[in-house]
């Protein structure tokens, strides 16, 4: 493997995840739209603010594809993840314990409700993020754009 | 309330594609800042709380322990 590929395989493999991640955050709307829609499903306030939470998870990753690498936008993803979470839990705990007029909205998929899987939803998410921050580390930027060593070249010929 | 956060969020991301970054970010910044305050209103309206009685904050009876004049 010569320099210049193994410099490369870090920004890639960058590329690679986070792209899987929108596009599995993409299908989880994707999924919620068509069980709203076809399904006649109606989603409670908490589930559109968790729709927007994935939604916040999904525009840092965009940012990201649109504006290059910054970990701002990975510190942007977390945050709605956050708020992914803690939403979730709150209606989970909201209906854990079946009483008249509260219960889990829509239908269950693989036995969970959609609170339960937007906790762990976010729990993957939020894992995924440290997951990669600890392998591939925050300055794949700096291996990914080589005109960003150029930039810095005549600060170093000054120094010699 | 709901509709001005999924308003800000659709700016999000038409600025996102069509305008600054500053403004795209300060954008998703007021509609995340909405949904924390919806999510709050929801939460705390007396009307549209979402109460959770099993949860026990309180003590039903209080123990008197201390009411025949402690330990001897």
Same mark, same amino acid.
């Given at each position: 493997?010569?320099? /210049? ?27 919620? /739209? ?89 729990? #993957? ?8 921050? #600890? ?15 150029? #930039? ?5 010929? #000054?120094?010699? | ?72």
């Amino acid at each position: 493997m010569n320099t /210049m590929t193994g410099a490369r395989l870090p920004a890639t493999l960058n590329d690679l995840f986070l792209f899987a991640m929108m596009l599995t955050m993409a299908a989880i709307l994707t999924t919620a /739209m068509i069980l709203q829609f076809y399904g006649g499903e109606i989603p409670c306030p908490l589930c559109l603010l968790q729709r927007v939470a994935m939604f916040g998870v999904c525009f840092g990753i965009i940012l990201h594809f649109r504006h290059g690498y910054s970990a701002r936008n990975a510190g942007f993803s977390m945050l709605f993840a956050l708020f992914l979470l803690i939403v979730s839990v709150r209606q989970t705990l909201l209906d854990i314990y079946p009483r008249p007029g509260h219960s889990y909205i829509g239908s269950t998929v693989l036995g969970l409700h959609m609170p339960v899987w937007s906790v762990v939803i976010a729990v #993957a998410i939020l894992l995924a993020f440290a997951i990669k921050l #600890a392998v591939l580390g925050g300055d794949v930027c700096a291996i990914h754009n080589p005109f960003r060593r150029l #930039a810095a070249l005549p600060g170093c010929l #000054a120094f010699t | 309330m709901m509709l001005a956060v999924f308003a800000t969020m659709s700016l999000a991301l038409l600025a996102g594609y069509y305008g600054p970054r500053w403004f795209a970010v300060l954008s998703m910044l007021v509609c995340l800042a909405l949904s924390i305050g919806l999510f709050l209103f929801e939460i705390y309206s007396p009307e549209y709380g979402f109460g959770m009685p099993w949860l026990q904050v309180q003590l039903d009876v209080v123990p008197h322990v201390w009411s025949r004049g402690g330990h001897s």
